[in-house]
């Protein structure tokens, strides 16, 4: 019985030592807390020239008299509007000054970038990477 007991905690230990991480669980976690972040107004950004995106910016859609609108950014940097477009650009910049630089960074995300600012919005990609 003793030897049956060490062999089945071998075997316990063993199994655990065998066991690979899912990455299609962590990217399906990350995914859904970007979108319920979004849902709740947060957005990743890197402002200032800030190498690394946070969770810290917010975004708000508007109207406007050019249609849609978003102001994206954090209170103590400052805000930026964005015109959302309907002629597959994405955004533009609402502000005028600098041009907004939109790239496509992921399914559904897209990467705005402005000056030193950089934003990742939920954007229709069409699903491409």
Partial sequence: M???????????ALAGCN????NSDLAEAEAR???????????????????LFDRTCTVEEMSGDGGALLVVG???VGYRRLQITTD????VSADGAETAKVSIVGDNVIEVAIGNDRYRLPANTGGAK
């Fill in 2 to 12: 003793r030897q049956l007991g060490g062999v089945l905690l071998a075997l316990v």
């Fill in 33 to 51: 807390g970007s979108r319920e972040a979004a849902e709740n107004g947060r957005i990743e950004c890197a402002l200032e020239g800030v190498k």
């Fill in 74 to 76: 954090r209170s103590n």
């Fill in 19 to 22: 066991r690979t991480s899912d």
């Fill in 88 to 91: 597959g650009r994405g955004v």
